[in-house]
T-cell receptor, first 118, second 112 residues
Framework: GENVEQHPSTLSVQEGDSAVIKCTYS??????FPWYKQELGKRPQLIIDIRSNVGEKKDQRIAVTLNKTAKHFSLHITETQPEDSAVYFCAASTSVGDYGGSQGNLIFGKGTKLSVKP | EAQVTQNPRYLITVTGKKLTVTCSQNMNHEYMSWYRQDPGLGLRQIYY???????DKGDVPEGYKVSRKEKRNFPLILESPSPNQTSLYFC???????????FGPGTRLTVL
């Protein structure tokens, strides 16, 4: 089955610097890669996602890149702010089958705790 | 308001006492899933359901049961809880696993 590895497990940056979190996956059939942000004591929320027919996607200060050949994808946060401090999770899902193309099994990485120092 | 609700939010119980954590969504989503979150292990999928009466095991299904009799509800059942099931549990729903998952507020379970 799919295995998702996420690095680093903790990341500390100065406000205004960039932060990069990397994930690798094992199943070459995976083709949907979301990123979730979880603030302390709250539920995970989607911040950006990418599908395998796209190499890069941006949303303001956040971008995700995907390298299908190497089976890795990365989250880039520019001009970090203290409110970016949270745990970030990557995930991978394979789209096959009858239910609108979804297999159903979403595998998460173990998370990266990002701290942005003022 | 579109939302996923879970009950109870907090539960302390004893080994072997059957319990059910309810999950309900009002977004008419076909896909629902249960995760457990433990420090250093991230989110691990327990069970998921792609439609009514269709459920499948995730990565850590042992000791859990689910049912999907109605589209909006997806209860998680622990027939005989053990201390290693002490965890934070999240229910989520979405159109399918290929789209954004909306998480419930979480249920913190302690099994003594």
């Amino acid at each position: 089955g799919e295995n998702v590895e996420q690095h680093p497990s903790t990341l500390s940056v100065q406000e205004g610097d960039s932060a990069v979190i990397k994930c690798t996956y094992s199943d070459s059939a995976s083709n949907y890669f979301p990123w979730y942000k979880q603030e302390l004591g709250k539920r995970p929320q989607l911040i950006i996602d990418i599908r395998s027919n796209v190499g890069e996607k941006k949303d303001q200060r956040i971008a995700v890149t995907l390298n299908k050949t190497a089976k890795h994808f990365s989250l880039h946060i520019t001009e970090t702010q203290p409110e970016d401090s949270a745990v970030y999770f990557c995930a991978a899902s394979t789209s096959v089958g009858d239910y609108g193309g979804s297999q159903g099994n979403l595998i998460f990485g173990k998370g990266t705790k990002l701290s942005v120092k003022p | 308001e579109a939302q996923v609700t879970q009950n109870p939010r907090y539960l302390i119980t004893v080994t072997g006492k059957k319990l059910t954590v309810t999950c309900s969504q009002n977004m008419n989503h076909e896909y629902m899933s249960w995760y457990r979150q433990d420090p250093g292990l991230g989110l691990r999928q327990i069970y998921y359901s792609m439609n009514v009466e269709v459920t499948d095991k995730g990565d850590v299904p042992e000791g859990y049961k689910v049912s999907r009799k109605e589209k909006r509800n997806f209860p998680l059942i622990l027939e005989s809880p053990s201390p290693n099931q002490t965890s934070l549990y999240f229910c989520a729903s979405s159109l399918d696993s290929y789209n954004e998952q909306f998480f419930g507020p979480g249920t913190r379970l302690t099994v003594l």
